[in-house]
Each structure stands twice: as structure tokens, then as C-alpha cells.
């Protein structure tokens, strides 16, 4: 007999069940209130110290946050804190070192466009600067330029130097050939572009270069080697000015090329025919010092005062009349007077009888007051011209701030003969100095009666200004060599071939060719500007 099994649930009885499950009570849905209150308070925090964290990028952190608290299932999160700092502080340093970078490079580029700059323009102002701030920049610029040269002493061995021609006689010596040319020349005809052609003898076809090399030796001392930047030095913020004929030009020129060799393109000019014509200017810009020329042939009044029109045969001197040229020469620091070649011309002066001058009777009378004149014997008419020079620099020069210089007699050499050469012409084809041995007198023409009456009026009319006397003459004496001769210009042309070949009409010798000669005057001038007391011999009380 079969039985049926019966369910496992019928054999337990039914006192033994589990009870059905149940939903939680009120008292646990509490609790989970509570759970998520506190969660809500802990992201409401993390988000707090989040922001705080995250400064300037709260936008960007909050961007990431938003992502960051939402996962897969769309349940949210805490962010991570430690994350969101270390990322910001990157972005912050990576800003950082680019910002860095891009300033190193803008610098670099500003300094090779600088350099550039500075190569291609010598001098360069910022552009769009105004009127006021660029003359507010130079004058800074100058008064720290004035400061370092207080600063900075002269040289020992140019003060050595020059304190060793105290006492020495400079124009007693003899002349030195320098073949190596380490003394002389001081400057290369091409290296001066402020040359004029009358006296660019190289230029104009002269073979030989050799009068070029001869220097001056003093008997007893040296003459202190020269030194540009130290003589601009002592003409900064000064004026120096040449007064006289066409020698004191020459020499002008000279000295113009001496002081512009250390002077950079553009920041030198030289301005021509300037106050009437009657005034050359150069200027060094960067020591505000100025190199002139003055154009007064008698230094007193005359008919031969145009600058450019003055090849007068009938000259005639107002010898008591300089206050015309006289007013150009006052606030001058160093001063340079000649007057000579121009008395040349015949062995008695026409003065002028009457120099009153009164307005409109002046105008009339302009013409006809130069042919009213007496005749004087050339010495007499330069002392009385010396004189009138000699009292209106005692009366106006303050010896404090000004020094004047009076040069000697430029020779000319128009005499052959008188130095042995009985075949020659004037001082054509010369090309040696006469020989610092020759033995008597030597007469080339030149008239030392006026030398004397210049050093006499010094001597003796000059109390309160001491004037230096540079004694030129008798060492030019010896360069028959030196002159421009044939190689120079002609009523302001170049002479031809033909002319060349003609020196007995067309040779100048009484100008010099530069580099030469003058520039042996200047060096004396040098000397005595660099000297911190004047050499006695060349004062105007010595003699």
C-alpha cells in the first residue's frame, strides 16, 4: 500500500514558523534622517573649505566638483579635496612659469633691437618723447657726464707732463723727422673730413707725404704728447675761438681735425659762415665745446672785413675802431688772435682819417669813408692797431674765466736764394725743412719789426690780462717744405695741370698743408691749455 509523502511545510507545526517579515517602524525611518542630515552638512562643509581653497578658479574647481559628485549610479559623493588643491595649485604655477617665460623673451628681443639700434644710429632718443622730457633727458644726460669728469682726474703722465714745461722754453729746439710716424702726424689727411680742399695737398696731387712727419723739439724738455680726449676734457662746456686773417684759418682747421678724431660721426657739426659770415662754428656735442674761427684780418675795423669778398689791393684800417668785432669775442673761454700777412701787401698802411659814425650819415657815407685816409709806416700802424686791441682786452677780458693767446709771425717763402736753392721758384718742389744746423742770419722776408712791436705792446700795455706770446716764427721759418705750393685752390678752384706747372704765378706760399705745420702751432696751444700754470718764457711780461 502506497502512502503519499507529505510537504516538508505540513510536517512542521504550526506553532514552529517563522513570522513574516516586516517594514521598519517609524523609529528607523527617524534614524536615516538623521544619517543624511549629517551627510548633507559634511558635503555642504567639504564644498566651503573647497571654494576657500580654490581662490581666483572657483569657476573651473566648481565645474569639476559638479562632475566629481556624481558617480555612474547617479549617487553623490564627497569630492576629494586633497585632488581639487594640487590640480589648482598646477594651473597656478604653470600660469606662473609661462608668464615668466614670455617676459625673458620680450626682454631678449627688446635687447638685440636695442643693439641694433645703437649700431645703425650713434645717437637715439625714445621716440614720441615730448619737447620738455628730451631736453629734461639730454641735460640729465649732461650732468652725469659732468660728474664723472669731476670724478676723474686728469691722466698722471699728461699731468707729468705738462707740469714739465713749467719754466722751459718750448720754441727753442729743432726740428725731428719721425719716420715710424708715431709722433707726427697727430691725424690722417682722410680721417678729417672737415678739410677744406686749399689745404688737402695729398688730395690735390702732392707725391711726397714727408712734411708731414717732421715734429718739434723742444731744447731742455718734451712737449707733452697729445692727447684729444684729455684737451676736450678741459674745453668741456667751453668756447674756444680764433680771431684773425687766413693763417689763423689754417690753423683753425687744424685744430678742428685735432679735437674731431675722438668725436663719433653725428655727434659733431660744423656750421659755416654763420653771425653775418663772419663766423665758423664746430661743436662736440657730447662735451658742449666749441671750436671757432672769426674773421678780422686787422682785428680793427677795414675795408677787407667780408668774409667771403675781401681781396681788397687798397686796404685801409680804422686803427682806433674794433667795438664791431670786439662784442663777438666777449664770453670766449680761450681766445687765439693773429694779425700779419695781411701788412704785407705794401711798406706803408692807409688809415682812415675820420671813424665817428653816425646813423643814417653812416649809410651814406659807407663808400666814401674808406677813401679819406694818411699813410703810416707799417710798424707804427700795427703798434697803434696792437695798442687798441691790447686796451679793450685789459678792459673786458676777465682773466678769471679767459685766456688769450696772441700768435707769432707765419713766414712766408717766396726766396729761394736765402736758403740756398738759387734755381728755384718761390717753395715749389720743396720737400725738405732748411737744416736745424744752418749757421748766420737767415732772411727770408720775414718782417720781425712787427714781431717786436708785438711783444713790446704785450709787454707793456697789458697790466691786468696776462696774454701768452706763442712764438711761432722763427721754427715756421725752417718749413719751406709745408706750404700748399702748387697743390691748392685758385679764386676757389682747383689748379689745373697747367697752372700747376706754372709756380711762379700760381704756388701759395703762405698757406700750409694739413696735416702739417699748424697742427705743431696747436700743439703748443695744447700745452699751454693742459698746464696748470702758463710757461713763463711764452707770457706776456717775459720779453
Not at 506553532?15 to 517594514?23: S, V
Not at 652725469?144 to 729746439?173: F, H, M, N, W
Not at 672785413?305 to 687798397?314: A, I, K, T
Request: hydrophobic share 35%.
Amino acid at each position: 500500500m502506497q502512502h503519499r509523502r507529505k510537504p516538508a511545510s505540513a510536517a512542521v507545526p504550526p506553532a514552529a514558523k517563522q513570522p513574516t517579515a516586516r517594514r521598519p517602524t517609524a523609529r528607523l525611518s527617524l534614524a536615516g534622517l538623521v544619517v543624511s542630515v549629517f551627510l548633507v552638512a559634511i558635503f555642504l562643509y567639504n564644498e566651503d573649505v573647497m571654494k576657500a581653497a580654490s581662490g581666483s578658479s572657483a569657476s573651473s574647481s566648481a565645474t569639476t566638483t559638479a562632475a566629481a559628485e556624481v558617480d555612474v549610479s547617479g549617487r553623490a559623493r564627497s569630492p576629494d579635496l586633497r585632488v581639487l588643491q594640487e590640480a589648482a595649485h598646477q594651473d597656478v604655477e604653470a600660469d606662473a612659469l609661462h608668464a615668466r617665460r614670455e617676459a625673458e623673451e620680450q626682454e631678449d628681443r627688446d635687447r638685440k633691437e636695442a643693439q641694433h639700434k645703437q649700431q645703425q644710429q650713434p645717437l637715439t632718443l625714445p621716440v614720441g618723447v615730448g619737447v620738455v622730457a628730451e631736453e629734461q633727458l639730454v641735460e640729465n644726460t649732461k650732468r652725469q657726464e659732468e660728474q664723472q669728469t669731476q670724478k676723474q682726474p686728469p691722466p698722471p703722465q699728461a699731468v707729468a707732463d705738462a707740469a714739465a714745461i713749467s719754466g722751459c722754453d718750448l720754441y727753442r729746439g729743432r726740428w725731428t723727422f719721425d719716420a715710424a710716424g708715431e709722433q707726427a702726424p697727430l691725424y690722417r689727411e682722410s680721417e678729417c673730413e672737415f678739410l677744406t680742399e686749399q689745404v688737402t695737398c695729398m688730395r690735390n696731387g702732392r707725391r711726397d707725404d714727408s712734411y708731414q712727419k717732421w715734429r718739434w723739439q723742444p731744447d731742455g724738455c718734451d712737449l707733452p704728447r697729445y692727447d684729444a680726449r684729455l684737451l676736450l676734457e678741459r674745453l668741456r662746456n667751453k668756447r674756444l675761438m680764433f680771431v684773425g686773417d687766413s693763417l689763423n684759418r689754417n690753423q683753425w682747421e687744424s685744430m678742428v681735425c685735432l679735437v674731431q678724431s675722438v668725436v663719433p660721426w653725428g655727434h659733431k657739426t660744423l656750421q659755416k659762415f654763420v653771425n653775418n659770415g663772419s663766423l665758423n662754428v664746430f661743436t662736440a656735442h657730447d662735451y658742449n665745446a666749441t671750436v671757432e674761427f672769426y674773421w678780422a684780418p686787422f682785428l680793427v675795423e677795414s675795408n677787407s672785413d667780408d668774409p667771403q669778398v675781401h681781396s681788397v689791393m687798397d686796404r685801409v684800417i680804422a686803427w682806433r675802431a674794433i667795438a664791431k668785432h670786439a662784442k663777438n669775442w666777449k664770453g670766449v673761454d680761450y681766445l687765439v688772435f693773429n694779425s700779419y700777412i695781411w701788412w704785407l701787401n705794401t711798406f706803408e698802411m692807409k688809415v682812415m682819417k675820420r671813424t665817428s659814425r653816425r646813423g643814417h650819415q653812416q649809410q651814406q657815407q659807407e663808400k666814401e669813408r674808406w677813401s679819406k685816409y694818411a699813410l703810416v709806416d707799417r710798424p707804427v700802424a700795427y703798434r697803434e692797431v696792437l695798442k687798441t686791441w691790447a686796451k679793450w682786452v685789459d678792459r673786458h677780458i676777465d682773466p678769471n674765466r679767459t685766456r688769450v693767446f696772441f700768435m707769432g709771425m707765419s713766414p712766408n717763402h717766396i726766396t729761394p736764394w736765402a736758403w740756398g736753392n738759387n734755381g728755384g721758384i718761390k717753395c715749389a718742389m720743396e720737400t725738405q725743412p732748411i737744416s736745424n744746423n744752418r749757421t748766420g742770419w737767415l732772411d727770408i722776408g720775414t718782417d720781425w719789426r712787427l714781431h717786436g712791436v708785438a711783444r713790446g705792446v704785450l709787454a707793456r700795455y697789458l697790466r691786468r690780462v696776462p696774454v701768452q706770446f706763442v712764438d711761432i716764427t722763427g721754427l715756421s721759418e725752417l718749413r719751406k717744405d709745408a706750404h700748399t705750393s702748387v697743390h691748392t685752390l685758385r679764386q676757389g678752384k682747383l689748379l689745373t695741370p697747367e697752372q700747376q706747372a706754372d709756380p711762379k704765378t700760381y704756388a701759395d706760399c703762405i698757406h700750409w698743408c694739413l696735416p702739417g705745420l699748424p697742427d705743431t702751432w696747436n700743439h703748443f696751444l695744447y700745452a699751454h691749455i693742459i698746464s696748470p700754470s702758463p710757461p713763463s718764457s711764452s707770457s706776456s711780461q717775459d720779453h
